[in-house]
């Protein structure tokens, strides 16, 4: 599949990496991953992970991901993150759906974004940070699954 990017180049959509390859992604989907038609989605080691496959986000998508997420979470909320480097935006409706889920899901995000993204993504992520649970964006996904693994239960 071809995708036209930022700044106007074309590549193929390559597994695994984001947008014009730029960066090889570290954490890789097991097998067992779970596909919806706008990301993949899985738990691993107490964390749900979620990334972003290129579509536009709707609240009807956006409400099957989140009903594969509370099957993950059997219940318990979870440190989340969510990997949007490869992410064409999504319908205010898809945002108000996800705000909603946040607290009973999740226990903590990290939102992974292309350097240019996070410039501009606004001021939402301070407010959800400041008001409902910690959320953070992070351009390096090393940073990002460091933060949601400091939110696993201590054993």
């Given amino acids: 599949m071809t995708n036209r990017h930022r700044g106007g180049c074309q590549c193929a959509l390559i597994a695994f990496r984001s947008p014009c390859a730029r960066k090889l992604i570290v954490v890789q989907p097991p097998e067992d991953a779970i596909e919806t038609g706008t990301a993949t989605i899985w738990l691993e080691d107490g964390i749900i992970f979620e990334r972003f496959k290129g579509a536009p986000a709707t609240s009807e998508s956006t409400t099957k991901v989140f009903d594969v997420i509370r099957d993950l979470c059997e219940g318990s909320p979870r440190p989340f993150l969510l990997d949007a480097r490869i992410w064409w935006g999504g319908a205010q409706e898809a945002w108000g759906t996800a705000v909603k889920e946040l607290t009973s899901t999740f226990s903590a995000v990290a939102m992974l974004v292309e350097p240019e993204v996070a410039a501009k993504i606004g001021p939402f992520p301070d407010s959800i940070n400041r008001l409902l ?7 390096d996904e090393a940073e990002a699954l460091a933060f949601v ?4 239960p201590s054993e």
């Avoid at 649970?133 to 351009?139: A, E, L, S, W």
């Avoid at 693994?149 to 696993?152: G, N």
């Fill in 149 to 152: 693994r400091s939110f696993l």
């Fill in 133 to 139: 649970i910690p959320f953070q964006v992070f351009t």
